[in-house]
């Protein structure tokens, strides 16, 4: 199973940008790379957990979700392992603890994941 580690989070002003990262280790070959991904999820207190974005293993797609479309760009750097979430315009509703996970897109999109992260906070202040 793959180990994940989020890293990143913090206080920001609204306007800011942080950059979030997740770093796998363990075995991450996946005999479909176009459709075994990694995303970020994200769920504010109260609320449902959020799917916001997703990119397979190959990165040959990404995918957000409209509420973060424009401001939030996810990227992977395949040598170290890692996903990262650059978050830019942040604003006060993006405050959250935002996970990392991984598996088939499908699930993903489910809010399923095979692995999951442990969280980070980002809170954003107005």
């Known amino acids: 199973q793959v180990h994940l580690v989020e890293s990143g989070g913090g206080l920001v002003q609204a306007g800011g940008s942080l950059r979030l990262s997740c770093a796998a280790s363990?075995?991450?070959?996946?005999?479909?790379?176009?459709?075994?991904?990694m995303g970020w999820f994200r769920q504010a207190l109260g609320k449902e957990r959020e799917f916001i974005a997703a990119?397979?293993?190959?990165?040959?797609?990404?995918y957000h979700a409209d509420s973060v479309e424009g401001r939030f760009t996810i990227s992977k750097d395949n040598a170290k392992n890692t996903v990262y979430l650059q978050m830019n315009e942040l604003k006060p509703e993006d405050t959250a603890v935002y996970y990392c996970?991984?598996?088939?897109?499908?699930?993903?999109?489910?809010?399923?994941?095979?692995?999951w992260g442990q969280g980070t906070q980002v809170t954003v202040s107005s």
């Open positions: 996970g991984a598996g088939f897109y499908s699930a993903l999109r489910r809010n399923e994941a095979e692995s």
């Open positions: 990119i397979p293993w190959n990165g040959a797609w990404a």
């Open positions: 363990g075995p991450t070959f996946s005999s479909d790379p176009s459709n075994y991904a």
